[in-house]
């Protein structure tokens, strides 16, 4: 008797969840969490956070070759010349060092920032500034985009589905699987300098590997967490696949895991960002290895509006 109760409640839940993706409207769905997307760009700006960065490398074995704790002051900055929006991190603490800069040095900074040429130049030294103690790899504007496959430029190369139902920090979230069934010119990885010609704007992800493997021919796969009233997102996991011509199946080179929390701000900011990058070696199938080239973790405090101008040393807390 218990057995058969037991069936018919997972019946009854598989019908309930069943009836509740027929009544979604799955495109036009999409259609609101880009539109959430966009206002998450528009209003992540001139806000602060503490930040706790753990990058771990590892050898070719997977033994552990370094280790590095980044503390920072993390700041949507947003360029007063142009309103290009871009991540500055004042370091305060590397490996439990105080690296923290003075206040004339912060200033001078920004007063060389000021005199950058170009939107590219002011980028690459706000990229330079907090980097500086990452090692041998960098990565850089994780914050400032959510999303992007669901931009209608991006969507006609994905297919969706609706995946489940769960809860987040009390809310209703809808789970959506998306994987990517054609090749995108603006999505590239380890891309050629004849790729990069062709089409210089879009999304990069690269790793370790030869030049034999290119074209890399990437492909992504993953699932979303959107709220269930306002399409914000919550959660994005994904992985990135190569498939070299030398290939018969795709290999995973890289793995992304995207949390965000509540705001005071009306959108959804960043909590944890968390990425595995593997290596790769050889020129065909049956000599090609692969291994763990990398660990990276960002770990976000509440955000908050600075007191003052952004000058990277203080918030309001």
Not at 97 to 121: M, T
Not at 251 to 270: D, H, R
Request: aromatic share 14%; glycine share 6%.
């Amino acid at each position: 008797m218990t057995m058969k109760i037991w069936k018919l409640f997972v019946l009854f839940i598989g019908f309930a969840f069943s009836a509740h993706a027929q009544e979604l409207n799955l495109d036009a769905f999409l259609d609101k969490a880009n539109l959430a997307t966009a206002e998450y760009t528009k209003t992540f700006k001139n806000l602060t956070a503490e930040e706790l960065r753990t990058l771990d490398y590892f050898r070719k074995d997977d033994s552990l070759e370094d280790s590095r704790k980044i503390r920072s002051i993390f700041v949507v900055y947003q360029s007063p010349k142009n309103n290009l929006i871009a991540e500055y991190r004042n370091i305060v603490e590397f490996n439990g060092k105080k690296v923290e800069r003075s206040d004339d040095d912060i200033a001078d900074f920004f007063g060389k920032l000021s005199k950058a040429g170009s939107s590219d130049e002011e980028v690459a030294r706000l990229r330079k500034e907090g980097n500086r103690f990452d090692g041998k790899s960098h990565s850089y504007g994780m914050t400032l985009l959510q999303a992007f496959f669901l931009n209608r430029y991006f969507r006609p190369s994905f297919e969706f589905r609706v995946a489940g139902k769960e809860q987040i920090e009390g809310r209703d979230a809808i789970i959506i699987e998306y994987n990517q069934i054609a090749a995108c010119a603006r999505i590239k990885a380890n891309a050629t300098d004849e790729e990069k010609k062709k089409e210089p704007y879009g999304i990069t992800f690269d790793t370790e590997l030869p030049s034999s493997f290119r074209p890399t021919n990437p492909r992504l796969q993953g699932k979303i967490w959107l709220d269930a009233e306002t399409a914000r997102l919550w959660r994005n996991e994904f992985t990135v696949s190569i498939q070299p011509a030398f290939l018969s199946k795709p290999a995973v080179s890289a793995n992304f895991f995207y949390e965000y929390q509540s705001s005071e701000f009306g959108i959804l900011l960043p909590k944890k960002f968390s990425m595995i990058g593997y290596r790769f070696s050889g020129k065909s199938e049956k000599d090609m290895t692969k291994s763990k080239a990398f660990t990276k973790t960002y770990e976000y405090s509440k955000f908050s509006k600075p007191e003052s101008e952004i000058k990277g040393t203080r918030t309001g807390n």
